[in-house]
């Protein structure tokens, strides 16, 4: 087996690992293993996910396991990117998203209602988990911000309750 890079190795081991699989019979485990030389029309394949519900992502993200059988399937289908949006606007959590994750000197009012320091460092030392599980695979793992300033649920007409697990909705440079 050999490939261009890393990634390309992976593949090659991957596809042998199927055919050994498909094999029927169990004194020839290579009997579907062909030479072949493959080369990918596109050069990157990738996924977004979107952070856009405290209870549904908080279920997924601190699980160990779903992210490793996420990432292997990724990996055998040969997606090869990830990116995680979050902030995106829909009741507010995670916009802005840096609360969840570290304190924000200088803007006292940029925070999330109710998250301690230690959950702060749960969430990075599980994105920093996810992004370690990613790599181990060959996938590259980007974290994209939809806003960095809640304003008052725009993308979905608006959900009044949607305050409570949001950062304060008022810009810190407002003044209001």
């Not at 991957?14 to 072949?36: F, H, K, M, T």
């Not at 977004?48 to 399937?73: G, H, I, Q």
């Not at 990830?82 to 840096?98: D, M, T």
Request: aromatic content about 14%; some cysteine.
């Amino acid at each position: 087996m050999a490939g261009f890079d890393e990634r390309g190795l992976m593949y090659a081991e991957l596809d042998v690992a199927d055919r050994i699989r498909w094999s029927a019979n169990a004194e020839q485990p290579l009997s579907e293993v062909r030479d072949s030389v493959e080369k990918p029309e596109i050069a990157s394949r990738g996924i977004t996910l979107f952070a856009m519900n405290r209870a549904y992502w908080e279920s997924r993200f601190y699980d160990e396991a779903y992210w490793r059988r996420y990432f292997d399937l990724l990996a055998q289908n040969r997606f090869n990117s990830v990116v995680v949006i979050f902030g995106y606007e829909n009741g507010g959590f995670l916009a802005p998203c840096y609360p969840y994750f570290f304190d924000t000197p200088g803007f006292p009012e940029v925070r999330m209602i109710g998250i301690t320091a230690a959950q702060q460092q749960q969430n990075v030392a599980a994105l920093n988990r996810m992004i370690a599980m990613a790599h181990a695979r060959g996938i590259r793992f980007s974290v994209g911000i939809w806003d960095h300033i809640y304003r008052g649920n725009v993308q979905n007409g608006g959900r009044p309750a949607a305050t409570r697990d949001c950062a304060n909705p008022r810009p810190a440079w407002s003044g209001a």
